[in-house]
């Protein structure tokens, strides 16, 4: 969904190549934090697909607030300094002084923040106080697909800074 970056392949290349990696606790903090609500947007969208109805504003506040929590997640593991006691997953991170590679928050900030600003400028469209209404089909399914492009992206950049010894 994120337009992909031109040099893609070739940094993709140097992460392996430089053996660039993230600890397995911060994935494991993103795929819980940031991959359940992820799955939240991503089954509410598909629940009214299915059906062929449009999401309503009820339910797209709720995907909009996972929206935002996500975002907040990102921000969060890109600049630990925001992390609170009441971050109890992400509190390791902030403890071992984790600081990702600047290569890694681009690929964080470019592909996250471009797919979850997708999805959150869709939501906020419909839900507009001038005239609040439900979330189209059409753009249902560019919140799937925005959420298919979220996972995918995690799951390969995962793959990519996997040192194969459980780091």
């Not at 598909?46 to 506040?61: D, K, M, S, V």
């Not at 902030?94 to 959150?120: C, M, Q, S, W």
Request: glycine share 6%; net charge negative.
């Amino acid at each position: 969904m994120a337009k992909p970056l031109p040099n893609e392949a070739a940094l993709y290349k140097k992460i392996k190549d430089d053996k660039i990696a993230v600890p397995l606790f911060v994935w494991d903090a993103v795929y819980v934090l940031l991959g359940d609500q992820v799955s939240f947007i991503n089954f509410q969208a598909g629940l009214y697909i299915e059906q062929g109805l449009p999401i309503p504003l009820n339910e797209a506040r709720k995907m909009l607030d996972s929206v935002m929590q996500s975002m907040e997640v990102v921000h969060k593991i890109i600049y630990t300094e925001r992390i609170t006691s009441a971050d109890t997953r992400l509190q390791r991170i902030k403890a071992e002084g984790v600081i990702l590679h600047p290569l890694i928050r681009d690929f964080f900030t470019h592909y996250l923040g471009n797919d979850l600003h997708i999805i959150g400028m869709c939501l906020q469209f419909y839900l507009d106080d001038m005239g609040p209404e439900p979330v189209a089909l059409h753009d249902a399914l560019l919140i799937q697909e925005a959420t298919r492009s979220i996972r995918q992206f995690l799951d390969r950049l995962r793959e990519a800074t996997s040192t194969g010894d459980g780091q």
